[in-house]
């Protein structure tokens, strides 16, 4: 699996999730890839910084929040420009929040069952680990990782 430094037209920078490098290409041109932030489809892929280590497994057990959008997610407002790039990523992750469905560590089953036409086609987010998301990835179901911020993440506990 891929984990690619990418950045929208607008300078949001974000981490996308991708079983290679070919499915990033493919769901880019697909329009599949965008910014968490604005949902800028525009993307570029950033030289990728060697600090990715998988071989540290002593990073937080990666209780990573993932959350797979249908491609038919509803375009997002854009946010007002004199807010300051925390605040607009905060209202942005926020809005994810608000319009996804919670399944928590059902995450991987229920993407799955979505992919599968066994379960309505929405947006959902959950915990998945990096190995659920790899395999995800491999049979083609879009993922992608959402770090929320820390303030927000106590409050929705
Ligand atoms: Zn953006």
């Known amino acids: 699996m891929k984990v690619l430094d990418l950045r929208c037209s607008h300078g949001h920078g974000f981490e996308g999730w991708f079983a290679s490098n070919e499915a990033f290409e493919t769901q880019l041109a697909a329009g599949l890839v965008e910014c968490p932030v604005c949902a800028d489809t525009r993307i570029v892929k950033l030289l ?8 540290n497994a002593k990073a937080p057990a990666e209780a990573a929040a993932a959350s797979a959008a ?3 997610a509803p375009a997002k407002a854009q946010a007002p420009a004199e807010q300051s790039p925390e605040a607009r990523w905060m209202r942005a992750v926020r809005e994810v929040l608000a319009k996804t ?3 928590g560590e ?3 089953d229920e993407a799955r069952r979505m992919h599968y036409g066994e379960a309505e086609e929405r947006g959902i987010r959950g915990q998945a680990t990096r190995e659920q998301a790899e395999a995800l990835l491999e049979e083609g179901i879009p993922v992608m990782a959402l770090p929320i911020p820390a303030a927000l993440k106590e409050t929705l506990q």
Not at 48 to 55: C, E, F, I, T, V
């Open 48 to 55: 990728s910084a060697p600090r990715l280590n998988l071989g």
């Open 70 to 72: 249908p491609s038919s």
């Open 101 to 103: 469905e919670d399944v």
């Open 106 to 108: 059902r995450f991987a």
